[in-house]
């Protein structure tokens, strides 16, 4: 740091790679490890309106461009559009066209042309498309989704260069950012002047403690380990992903972040996880680096998420989407039928939610005796797919599907509670039969009838004891 300093400027030391500068104008997050927002949250800091990511976007399992809910805090919480202000992210050249397509497909989601082209059934293609479009994020003046230009100004930044990032405001003066290295930045307010390192030289923490006992990974078993049941706003639990031993073979369902010290903790090493399964590309439920083993993941995935992954991919590790594509062995989900996976009759489906995502439903018998498990998936509630069908967001077809998924019969249901706009209601579920958990959130505010219960990291259901 410079010896000259502003008494209007706070900083704020979050982890190695990260630190918050609070300034009259806004605040500016320097580094963007998997879940800062957490810790920023936790500590009850300035929310970031600027994100400055050095050149090098991965370290030690982890992405350090984790943009997507520093980005989602801006615009659902801090309004920021509305207000007429736009999120920032200062990048190197490359990165930035790279981020502003990863943040494309998270956020918006990829269009019924691209998924079309990527093998997603063309009239799957339309339907998903058109349900991630009624879910968008509007702008008011042309009633069409925000691009992702309408809501994020990004600023390329190469070694050596400049650029102002808070102009002149009243007495303010204004504030400009330099590039001196590929990790290494000037901040400069008037005289002021601080300099900043986003060297990472170990593994970073997340914000809460990861708790898990050793899991047992033995044949004869249909069990599921909770690795985090919340989202990327809960400053107290990990985020979703969830390990199935399916007679002794070990299928990761979601790979969230800090994967590597939630394996330590039960035992496990990434080579003993036999398949990844990917429901879909939102950072609550992926670390793309987290999601990177040699040998490679044998990855199954919808061809449009799929594609999705390897956009992000792309960005985070300055590759092309072809070079992606070493990252993973690509195993196609095709939804229309069920598919023998791993001794067990897997049914998969694409939930409703804000871009293309999958549920599904195992089952599996073991000892003679029948384990039905069924994850929803990110998922809206009925009263949300009613209202989407009220406003021909979806299909009569897709409608009367998602309404009628459960049967039943089956052992253990696991199902989106997390609410708001995009996710599920948990009262949907309070009548179903048998066992149910809810996921996706980390709280839930009454007393839950017997047999249902919200779900926690570290817990293991045995679908058949």
């Not at 989704?145 to 808070?166: S, T, V, W």
């Not at 204004?174 to 990472?200: K, M, S």
């Not at 690795?227 to 969830?242: E, I, K």
């Amino acid at each position: 740091m410079s010896d000259q300093k502003s008494p209007d400027i706070k900083i704020h030391e979050l982890t190695e790679g990260a630190c918050l500068f609070s300034l009259p104008q806004g605040n500016i997050l320097f580094g963007c490890p998997p879940e800062i927002l957490k810790r920023i949250l936790a500590d009850h800091l300035p929310m970031p309106d600027t994100v400055v990511v050095p050149r090098k976007l991965h370290h030690f399992h982890s992405s350090q461009a984790s943009l997507e809910f520093p980005l989602y805090h801006f615009l659902f919480v801090q309004r920021g559009l509305e207000r007429q202000h736009r999120f920032q992210v200062v990048a190197s050249p490359p990165q930035a066209s790279g981020l502003e397509q990863m943040l494309r497909v998270t956020v918006v989601g990829p269009t019924e042309a691209e998924m079309a082209e990527v093998g997603t059934p063309p009239a799957l293609a339309k339907e998903l498309a058109r349900e991630t479009t009624f879910l968008a994020l509007k702008n008011p003046a042309s009633g069409k989704p925000f691009a992702i230009r309408e809501m994020i100004n990004f600023f390329p930044l190469d070694n050596g260069g400049r650029c102002e990032i808070y102009p002149v405001r009243g007495k303010a003066p204004a504030v400009a950012l330099e590039r001196l290295g590929d990790a290494t930045f000037r901040l400069c307010q008037g005289e002021a002047a601080y300099d900043v390192d986003l060297t990472v030289t170990e593994e970073q923490e997340p914000n809460y403690p990861i708790r898990h006992t050793r899991f047992d990974k033995s044949a004869g078993r249909f069990k599921l380990a909770v690795l985090g049941r919340s989202n990327g706003f809960d400053p107290n639990d990990p985020a979703n992903g969830y390990i199935l031993n399916v007679d002794g073979k070990l299928v990761l369902w979601d790979c969230p972040a800090y994967l590597h010290q939630h394996l330590k903790r039960m035992g496990l090493k990434p080579g003993d996880l036999d398949a990844l399964i990917l429901s879909h590309v939102h950072e609550d439920h992926i670390d793309t680096s987290e999601s990177l083993r040699d040998p490679p993941f044998e990855l199954y995935a919808t061809p449009e998420v799929y594609w999705s992954l390897l956009v992000k991919l792309s960005a985070v590790f300055g590759c092309s989407i072809e070079e992606a594509k070493r990252f993973h062995n690509w195993h196609k989900i095709d939804v229309t039928r069920p598919t023998e996976l791993f001794g067990a009759r897997w049914e998969f489906f694409h939930s409703v939610h804000a871009i293309p995502a999958i549920g599904c439903r195992v089952e599996k018998e073991v000892g003679g005796r029948r384990g039905v498990l069924y994850i929803s998936g990110d998922h809206l509630s009925n009263a949300a797919l009613e209202a989407m069908r009220q406003g021909k967001g979806v299909s009569r077809q897709r409608f009367d599907a998602c309404m009628n998924r459960l049967r039943g019969d089956e052992t253990f249901v696991l199902v989106d509670a997390g609410g708001g706009a995009i996710h599920g209601d948990f009262h949907d579920f309070l009548q179903a039969p048998g066992h149910v958990g809810f996921m996706h959130t980390g709280l839930i505010g009454e007393d839950l009838p017997k047999g249902k219960e919200l779900v926690k990291s570290g817990q293991v259901v045995d679908i058949l004891p």
